[in-house]
T-cell receptor, first 111, second 112 residues
Framework: GENVEQHPSTLSVQEGDSAVIKCTYS??????FPWYKQELGKGPQLIID?????GEKKDQRIAVTLNKTAKHFSLHITETQPEDSAVYFC??????????FGKGTMLLVSP | DADVTQTPRNRITKTGKRIMLECSQT?????MYWYRQDPGLGLRLIYY???????NKGEISDGYSVSRQAQAKFSLSLESAIPNQTALYFC???????????FGPGTRLLVL
């Protein structure tokens, strides 16, 4: 089955800096890669996703890049703000089936 | 109102007790999932259902069972709870034509 590895497990940045979280996957059949943000006491919420027919996708301060050859994808957050502090999960899936999640990255943005 | 609801939100039970966690959705999605979250282990899939008559085991189904009572309802049961089932449980839904999953607020379960 699919295996998703996520790094780093914790990330501390100063407000205004950029943050990068990286994931690798093992199954070459995977073609859907969502990123979720989980705030304390809440369920994960989708923040951005990418499908394998594109290499990069942006949404304001958030971007995701995908390298299918190397089987890795990354989340980039620019101009970080304290409200970006949360746990972030990457995931990978094939078609519209199940998702396999990484173990999460706790991002702390200090003012 | 929330699209995906879970009841109860918090539950304390004792070893050996049977417990049921419930999930309801108003998104009209056909697919529903149960996950378990433990610190440092991420989200692990317990069971999933692609329609009312379809039930599939996930990565960690031992000790759990599920019932899909209707398109909008999917319940998770622990027949005889044990302490290592203490965790945060999430229900999620998705549409058959898209991979995006939408999560409920979670149920925090403590087994003493």
């Amino acid at each position: 089955g699919e295996n998703v590895e996520q790094h780093p497990s914790t990330l501390s940045v100063q407000e205004g800096d950029s943050a990068v979280i990286k994931c690798t996957y093992s199954d070459s059949a995977s073609n859907y890669f969502p990123w979720y943000k989980q705030e304390l006491g809440k369920g994960p919420q989708l923040i951005i996703d990418i499908r394998s027919n594109v290499g990069e996708k942006k949404d304001q301060r958030i971007a995701v890049t995908l390298n299918k050859t190397a089987k890795h994808f990354s989340l980039h957050i620019t101009e970080t703000q304290p409200e970006d502090s949360a746990v972030y999960f990457c995931a990978a899936g094939a078609g519209y089936s199940t998702l396999t999640f990484g173990k999460g990255t706790m991002l702390l943005v200090s003012p | 109102d929330a699209d995906v609801t879970q009841t109860p939100r918090n539950r304390i039970t004792k070893t050996g007790k049977r417990i049921m966690l419930e999930c309801s959705q108003t998104k009209g999605h056909d697919r529903m999932y149960w996950y378990r979250q433990d610190p440092g282990l991420g989200l692990r899939l317990i069971y999933y259902s692609f329609d009312v008559k379809d039930i599939n085991k996930g990565e960690i189904s031992d000790g759990y069972s599920v019932s899909r009572q209707a398109q909008a309802k999917f319940s998770l049961s622990l027949e005889s709870a044990i302490p290592n089932q203490t965790a945060l449980y999430f229900c999620a839904t998705s549409d058959f034509s898209k991979g995006t999953q939408y999560f409920g607020p979670g149920t925090r379960l403590l087994v003493l």
